[in-house]
């Protein structure tokens, strides 16, 4: 119930192309959903998160998209850079909850 | 620089020794956190330090004990360790525990060998 599926594990994609990592949710409470990024030797930074009340949140190259019916999120990269390299991790949370649940991570590489 | 300071960077460890992990924080948050972060596995909450007080304690076995001296520093002591305790032990903090969706801020980590 409160895990965080996430997939794929790992994901290459070409210089310029689109990355697309996704995550799925049992727990219909959760209502806060981030997506940290975290570079070898780094702890995980925010890159962008989005609560249920919107199906889509973009900012610059990064969107995240919200499927409420279906429990899903999903990132995506537009015109991916190999500084995008990197482990993402999608996570979630419940109303007035600080504890994140975390997904297991998707390591990405871009390749020029 | 993100503000959250861990060290040290990496720690090798027999299973009969004791030794600590430091972190602090510059931001001036109220709210402080250990995780474990093992390979193919989601970054596990241990502890939650609000306002220098414990909050969450996860389930976390005896032989990691915390200590939070001030709104600024975070002690994670180790002893008897077990070899699957290996992990990169991240510190992070918030502005305040109690305000839901508070965006975290880690350290690099510890990357911790226990043999």
């Known amino acids: 119930q409160q895990q965080v599926k996430q997939s794929p594990q790992s994901l290459i994609v070409q210089k310029g192309g689109i990355s697309i990592i996704n995550c799925a949710y049992e727990n219909t409470a959760f209502d806060y959903f981030p997506w940290y990024q975290q570079f070898p030797g780094k702890g995980p930074a925010l890159l962008i998160a989005i609560r249920p009340d919107v199906s889509e949140k973009k900012e610059g190259r990064f969107t995240i998209s919200f499927n409420k019916s279906a429990k899903q999120f999903s990132l995506h990269i537009m015109d991916s850079q190999p500084g995008d390299s990197a482990t993402y991790f999608c996570a979630a949370a419940g109303a007035g909850s600080y504890q994140l649940t975390f997904g297991k991570g998707t390591k990405l590489s871009v390749i020029p | 620089e993100t503000g959250v300071t861990q060290t040290p960077r990496h720690l090798v460890m027999g299973m009969t020794n004791k030794k600590s992990l430091k972190c602090e924080q510059h931001l001036g948050h109220n709210a402080m956190y250990w995780y474990k972060q093992s390979a193919k596995k989601p970054l596990e909450l241990m502890f939650v330090?609000?306002?220098?007080?414990?909050?969450e304690n996860n389930s976390v076995p005896s032989r990691f004990s915390p200590e939070c001296p001030n709104s600024s520093h975070l002690f994670l002591h180790l002893h008897t360790l077990q070899p699957e305790d290996s992990a990169l032990y991240l510190c992070?903090?918030?502005?305040?525990?109690?305000?839901?969706?508070?965006?975290?801020?880690f350290g690099s980590g510890t990357q911790l060998s226990v043999l």
């Open positions: 330090y609000n306002f220098k007080e414990q909050t």
């Open positions: 992070a903090s918030s502005q305040e525990r109690n305000r839901a969706h508070e965006k975290l801020f």
